[in-house]
């Protein structure tokens, strides 16, 4: 069954095929799944609509083990290394999963590799909750893994990426991109200094401001944008 999303405008609820419990009211399953218009009620008469999740869904209703990528990143790294739909991944630190989970959107597979056995699990119930059937989940340590095939794009969100690096360009097709994300600029230095012998390499940081709009106008958010720093470089 496709993963719905069942909203008021104000929250979000991932549709689990139980009714749901909200702040007003309840909403019966059987309304949920014979609803025809997009549009069920709870008991008490509110009004929700009934949504098909989509890719920004993953970000607010996967389980998390630790803090995943946020969308403005997974954006910028599909978009600086073209992402097809031929492309296949490799994804070194599952995490969540968030990022797996945006890539094969687009890719025709991704393997992922946590080293972590519990975030593991975890991040593969996620992809199972939302059917996402072109995920690869390997338990290991990257360093010690090998493969029989090459990738278009390599993402490594690891704290040791800049020992990696060696390891898995081997794996990385000639014009394939490599992708660090770091949330500190020591260590996206380190990751650039690894990448010196490809043919290009960019460090870029992407701040991202949401726009409040208020009876006295409209002015961006103030609150700290930082998330990390992405490395991209091109074999």
């Known amino acids: 069954m496709t993963p719905l ?42 009004e929700f609509s009934v949504r098909e999740a989509r890719s920004e869904d993953y970000f ?49 597979k991704v393997i992922t590799c946590e080293s972590n056995p519990h975030s593991a699990r975890v991040a593969l119930r996620n992809f199972r909750t939302f059917g996402i059937d072109n995920v690869e989940v390997i338990i290991g340590d990257i360093r010690r893994l090998h493969f029989r095939m090459k990738f278009d794009v390599i993402t490594l969100d690891l704290p040791e990426a800049h020992e990696v690096i060696p390891h ?28 010196q012998n490809f043919t290009s390499v960019r460090g870029i940081e992407l701040i991202e401001r949401e726009i409040n709009i208020s009876k006295r106008g409209i002015r961006p958010n103030t609150r700290v944008a930082h998330t990390g720093y992405l490395v991209i470089a091109r074999k």
């Open 5 to 46: 999303i069942i909203t008021d405008g104000r929250r979000r609820y991932l549709f689990r095929g139980k009714d749901i419990h909200t702040d007003r009211g309840v909403i019966s399953a059987v309304d949920i799944l014979s609803s025809s218009d997009g549009k069920v009620k709870t008991h008490l008469g509110y």
């Open 60 to 108: 607010h209703h996967f389980t998390r083990t630790r803090t995943p990528l946020m969308p403005k990143d997974v954006g910028a790294i599909i978009a600086y290394t073209g992402l097809k739909s031929s492309d296949v991944v490799l994804d070194a630190g599952t995490g969540t999963g968030i990022l797996s989970a945006f890539l094969a959107t687009i890719a025709s």
């Open 168 to 195: 898995v360009s081997e794996y990385l097709k000639d014009g394939g991109y490599l992708v660090v994300y770091s949330p500190y600029i020591d260590r996206s230095a380190e990751a650039m200094r690894a990448l």
